[in-house]
């Protein structure tokens, strides 16, 4: 007689299927699920090393050719000096100066390209630090049996001490477009106030069940958002406050640090130049003296 297998089994079958594997597959799946997550290391020693041999090869196969070159100069047969000044010469009758010209060729391209992957190593942006704390965090509260356990375990500093948790993220790097350095009250949003509101208000904590991951736009969007209202009101604050002021001595203190109050502002809500700060500061300021101009001559 054929068994009937249980209701609900081929679901239950299916939500296994779905699920990643232990290991690398559950972190593999966390990654491209949560952009942020998916950092690796540079190896910033390993490729510095590395670029230190090639260059130490490069430099010894170099004198090698300076030296065969003057060796054919000075004691070479007709050819051999012809093939100083005639690269036909050279590769039909100095077969071993050939040799070395070619392997020189192969190192060269080698170390051309190690050095051009490390530029744009270099030029990649590390991890955002409470993203890489998240990460380690869940990373650190998996069960055992889904932790890594070979040598490559310890790439995100899981278990650093705090000391050392700077120089595991300055080797890091991120797998998303590096954007413009953000300015102070951006880096701020994001480092702190999201943060606490996921642990306060949102009623959160960092643990795999409760990963959010809040879109860089909605974000830029925001900040732009608030520095536009805050540049609208600022003005209109400032000229209310002068004109409950009517002393002329406290009227200029007012507007000296009202003018700073700005120029501070605008550095840390924006990425404006020091020319640009300097433009927006002396409208302001203009602004305020025609204000107080005009109610002093009415």
Same mark, same amino acid.
């Given at each position: ?35 942020? $997550?998916?950092?690796? !290391? ?38 051999? !000096?012809? +093939?100083?000044?005639?690269?036909? *010469?050279?590769?039909? $009758?100095?077969?071993?100066?050939? =040799? ?12 051309? #390209? ?7 190593? &270099? ?9 890489? =704390?998240?990460f380690r965090y869940w990373m650190a509260t998996e069960d055992e049996d889904d932790q890594l ?9 899981? #278990?650093?001490? =705090?000391?050392?948790? !700077?120089?595991? !993220?300055? #080797? ?6 590096? %954007?413009?350095?953000?300015?102070? *009250?951006?880096? *701020? ?10 642990? @306060?208000?949102? +009623?959160?904590?960092?643990? +795999? ?6 879109? #860089?736009? &909605? ?19 400032? /000229? %209310? ?12 203190? @007012? ?6 109050? $700005? &120029?501070?502002?605008?550095?840390? @809500? ?6 640009? /700060? ?13 204000? @107080? ?6």
């Amino acid at each position: 007689m054929a068994s009937t297998p249980p209701v609900g089994s081929d679901a239950k079958a299916e939500a296994v299927l779905t699920q990643p594997a232990r290991g690398y597959p559950k972190i593999a799946r966390k990654m491209a699920e949560f952009s942020d $997550f998916a950092t690796f !290391r540079r190896f910033r020693a390993l490729n510095m090393k590395n670029l230190l041999y090639f260059q130490a090869e490069l430099a010894r196969m170099e004198l090698k050719l300076h030296g065969e070159e003057i060796a054919d100069n000075r004691l070479g047969d007709e050819n051999k !000096r012809n +093939g100083l000044i005639d690269w036909k *010469f050279l590769h039909d $009758f100095n077969k071993d100066q050939w =040799k070395t010209v070619t392997d020189i060729r192969k190192v060269l391209k080698e170390y051309n #390209d190690a050095l051009i992957q490390q530029m744009q190593l &270099s030029e990649l942006a590390e991890p955002n630090e409470y993203n890489l =704390k998240t990460f380690r965090y869940w990373m650190a509260t998996e069960d055992e049996d889904d932790q890594l356990g070979g040598d490559d375990s310890e790439s995100w500093g899981v #278990d650093a001490p =705090k000391e050392e948790e !700077r120089n595991f !993220r300055k #080797d890091l790097a991120v797998l998303k477009p590096k %954007v413009e350095d953000s300015d102070f *009250f951006t880096k *701020f949003l994001v480092s702190t106030i999201i943060p606490a509101y996921q642990r @306060v208000i949102g +009623g959160e904590f960092m643990s +795999g069940k409760s990963l959010k991951e809040y879109s #860089d736009a &909605s974000i830029i969007k925001f900040v732009n958002n608030f520095a536009t209202l805050f540049a609208c009101v600022l003005p209109t604050v400032a /000229i %209310v406050v002068l004109y409950n002021i009517h002393g002329m001595r406290t009227r200029l203190g @007012v507007i000296a640090a009202l003018t700073a109050g $700005f &120029s501070i502002a605008l550095m840390i @809500v924006t990425q404006a130049t020091r020319v640009e /700060i300097f433009t927006a500061t002396a409208a302001f300021s203009a602004v305020m003296v025609v204000f @107080v101009n005009t109610q002093t001559t009415g």
